[in-house]
C-alpha cells in the first residue's frame, strides 16, 4: 500500500489552542523538571515515519517522547515566547530556512557531539554546530512524457522560457520548499537575475497557484498543465500507489532533477537542533543522535520516501533510484539570509 501522510492538524487559533492543551497533557511539569525518562519534542514535522522514529526510540532507550506539533512559524513564535521557561528539548522542522531563523534567534545551540559529526556530512550541518539535516527533499520538476523532453527541463531557468508560456503549473510562493527554491536562485543568480526568472514563471503559469504538490503532478497527468514544481516524493508516493489510476498517472509523468549552474538540484533539509534551556539535554542529545542513527536514517527513506543525509544507508528500489542524483552545494547559512529576499521577489513578481 502507498505509504501515506499522517493527516497534520489544523492550522490558525483553534490549532494553536489545542496545542497549547496539548502542552499542558504531555510536556508539563514532570519533563520541566528534567524527568530522566522523557524528551520533549517541539516538531513541524507531520509525518507517521516520525511515530515510528519515536517508538523505536522509547523501545531502544526506554526514554519517551513527548511532542508538540506546530507549523514552522508558529513553533518558532512558541519558542520565543516561552523564553527561559520552555520545556522543549529538541527542535526539528522540515525546512532549512525556518532551523536558520530559529538558530539566529538563539532557540537552539551549538553543542559537540562526535557521534553526530561523524554520521553527517560536513555540508548538511550548520557551521557554527547549532543543527544540522536529517533528512534532504529535492525541489524537481514533474513533466509530461508526451509532450516534454528530458533536456527541455534540466536547468531550473528553462521553466521561466517563453516555450512553456501558459504550460506549467506550480503552488503558492508562501510554500516554504518554493522559497527555499528561489532562496538558492538569489544566492547563485543574484536577486535582479532571480527576479527576471520570477517574473518567467509568472508569464508561464497554466492557472493560478494553488493546491499542494500532488496537485501539481496530478495537474500534468490531467493535461492542464505540461511541467509542474513538485518535492521528489510525492510522485514515488504516487508510483508506489495501489491505485491504478495513480500507476496510469505515473507511467505518463517522469521526473526531472534541474540543475542550477551545473551544480545539481536544488534540495531543501529537515533539520535537528538542541533547545537553548532544553531541561533534558542528556536525554536530547540521545535523541538527536538516534535521528542519524540506521534505525531511523532508514525509516526517513523507507516512509517518506526522503533521500537521508548518512551516507551507507540501505535505501528502497524507488528512492535508491534517484539517489545518485547532484544536488546543488548551496551553504546552510544561505537558506535562512536569503528568504526575506525571495518573499519580496515573489510579492515584485506577481507569484501569489
Same mark, same amino acid.
Given at each position: ?29 514532570? &519533563?520541566?523538571?528534567?524527568? @530522566?525518562? #522523557? $524528551?520533549?519534542?517541539? !516538531? +513541524? *514535522? ?7 522514529? =519515536? ?77 544540522? &539535516?536529517?533528512?534532504?527533499? @529535492?525541489? #524537481? $520538476?514533474?513533466?509530461? !512524457? +508526451? *509532450? ?7 536547468? =531550473? ?83 508506489e500507489s495501489d491505485d491504478a489510476a495513480d500507476q496510469d498517472l505515473t507511467s505518463r509523468v517522469a521526473l526531472s532533477f534541474p540543475s542550477i549552474g551545473g551544480q545539481g538540484a536544488h534540495f531543501n533539509l529537515s ?74 521577489i515573489f510579492e515584485q513578481a506577481g507569484w501569489r
Open positions: 500500500m502507498i505509504r501515506r501522510l499522517a493527516i497534520a492538524a489544523a492550522l490558525g487559533a483553534a490549532f494553536f489552542a489545542s496545542a497549547c492543551q496539548q502542552q499542558a497533557e504531555t510536556v508539563g511539569g514532570e &519533563a520541566a523538571t528534567g524527568d @530522566a525518562g #522523557v $524528551v520533549n519534542l517541539y !516538531t +513541524a *514535522r507531520h509525518y507517521a515515519s516520525d511515530e515510528r522514529i =519515536y517508538e523505536a526510540f522509547t523501545e531502544a532507550t526506554g526514554i519517551r517522547v513527548r511532542k508538540i506539533e506546530l507549523p514552522a512559524d508558529q513553533l518558532i513564535e512558541r519558542l520565543r515566547a516561552e523564553g527561559e521557561g520552555s520545556p522543549a528539548d529538541v527542535v526539528v522542522i522540515q525546512d532549512a530556512g525556518a532551523m536558520g531563523r530559529a538558530a539566529e534567534a538563539g532557540l537552539i545551540v551549538a553543542f559537540e557531539d562526535e557521534v553526530i559529526d561523524e554520521r553527517v556530512p560536513e555540508h548538511l550541518r550548520d557551521p557554527q554546530g547549532r543543527w544540522f &539535516a536529517i533528512a534532504r527533499r @529535492a525541489r #524537481v $520538476v514533474a513533466y509530461d !512524457t +508526451a *509532450r516534454v523532453r528530458p533536456e527541455e527541463v534540466d536547468t =531550473y531557468e528553462e521553466l521561466a522560457s517563453p516555450r512553456f508560456r501558459g504550460r506549467l503549473c506550480v503552488r503558492s510562493s508562501d510554500n516554504s520548499y518554493n522559497l527555499s527554491l528561489l532562496s538558492a536562485l538569489i544566492e547563485r543568480w543574484g536577486e535582479e537575475r532571480a527576479l527576471e526568472w520570477a517574473r518567467g514563471v509568472v508569464a508561464n503559469m497554466a492557472r493560478p497557484p494553488q493546491g499542494a504538490d500532488v496537485e501539481q503532478i496530478r495537474a500534468v497527468g490531467a493535461g492542464q498543465c505540461e511541467v509542474a514544481v513538485t518535492n521528489h516524493y510525492y510522485f514515488l508516493r504516487l508510483a533539520g535537528a537542533g538542541l533547545t537553548a534551556h532544553a531541561p533534558n539535554r542528556e536525554n536530547a542529545i540521545r535523541f538527536l543522535e538516534f535521528l542519524t542513527g540506521p534505525e531511523s536514517q532508514a525509516i526517513f527513506a523507507n516512509e517518506t520516501n526522503e533521500f537521508p543525509t548518512v551516507e551507507g544507508t540501505e535505501l528502497p528500489a524507488d528512492v535508491a533510484r534517484y539517489a545518485g542524483q547532484a544536488a546543488d552545494p548551496l551553504p546552510l547559512p544561505a537558506y535562512a539570509a536569503r528568504q526575506a529576499q525571495a518573499q519580496r
